[in-house]
């Protein structure tokens, strides 16, 4: 596989409604979870500091940002749930988003993301395939 195609994840990968209802209502959580277990290997910020719901310093609030991207964009949950998930409100989830993509112009972390976006989708992949009958 060509090094440009490795990490490309494509729509029909990602949840729909219909998918995270099979799932139980527990779906949201558990990807949330990962996705903050994601972004604290790759970003070494303690997943109890990313989950935790009080302000915190740039490198903490930056990873947290990336966790709820990864839950949107490659796990497909909405906003207002990744904000419930993570403690926050829709319109705190909407502005990590654009940080995120506003960062997505520097190549080095926009490399960085796109593992580990690979990642979250592949792990969503996954746990949809074990509920399949």
Not at 2 to 16: F, N, V
Not at 41 to 52: G, M, P, Y
């Amino acid at each position: 596989m060509a090094e440009d195609q490795e990490m490309h994840i494509e729509p029909q990968l990602r949840g729909t409604p219909a998918i995270r209802e099979r799932r139980g209502p527990s779906a949201v959580v558990d990807d949330c979870r990962m996705a903050q277990a994601i972004a604290s290997a790759f970003l070494d910020v303690a997943v109890e500091r990313i989950a935790s719901t009080r302000r915190e310093t740039a490198p903490v609030a930056t990873a947290r940002h990336v966790a709820m991207y990864l839950a949107h964009v490659a796990m497909g949950h909405c906003v207002p749930l990744v904000g419930q998930a993570f403690g926050r409100d829709r319109t705190s989830v909407s502005y990590a988003l654009h940080k995120i993509e506003d960062r997505r112009d520097d190549a080095a972390f926009d490399a960085l993301l796109a593992r580990m976006e690979g990642l979250a989708a592949s792990y969503s992949a996954l746990a949809r395939a074990r509920v399949r009958p």
